[in-house]
């Protein structure tokens, strides 16, 4: 009787955690959804930070917006898709916690759904930073830095 009643809170535990984790991460993502379409700001912001940071030319601005609308048209895919596997993982850890090949699977999905938000995000850097002087490069380069190891701030 020992065993099972340990297993029993082995298990519980492992379901209120797993459902906190999953919660967690759906709440952390539409907040950020709401708040930004890049990392750490709107896209208002992100504009006026560069050129505010950058004092992007005219010519650079024009440049600059068609892979701006393209990186927020893949953005807007890839949040949606974080979201959904948040979720789908949340529904498969509250219903079929026992189940540890679905948990695994839609866990896995959720990450390759936030990694490929990281993937096209730095791809979007480098490709602004291909229209810049190397001053302005280097500071991008140096915010980006910054975002990534103080969390996303400007």
Excluded at 113 to 132: P, R, S, V, Y
């Amino acid at each position: 009787m020992k065993l099972n009643l340990y297993s029993l809170l082995w298990s519980l535990g492992t379901v209120v955690i797993s459902g906190l984790v999953a919660y967690l991460v759906v709440n952390h993502h539409s907040a950020k959804d709401e708040a930004a379409s890049n990392p750490g700001v709107g896209d208002a912001s992100f504009h006026e930070w560069l050129h505010q940071n950058l004092k992007i030319t005219s010519e650079q601005d024009r440049l600059l917006h068609s892979i701006e609308h393209d990186f927020e048209n893949e953005e807007v895919i890839c949040r949606k898709a974080i979201k959904e596997a948040g979720l789908e993982l949340a529904r498969i850890i509250r219903n079929e916690p026992e189940n540890r090949d679905k948990v695994a699977a839609a866990r896995k999905r959720l990450h390759e759904a936030q990694g490929k938000l990281q993937e096209i995000t730095l791809e979007h850097f480098f490709a602004m930073k291909q229209h810049l002087s190397p001053e302005q490069g280097e500071k991008l380069l140096e915010w980006t830095y910054d975002s990534l190891t103080h969390g996303n701030q400007r």
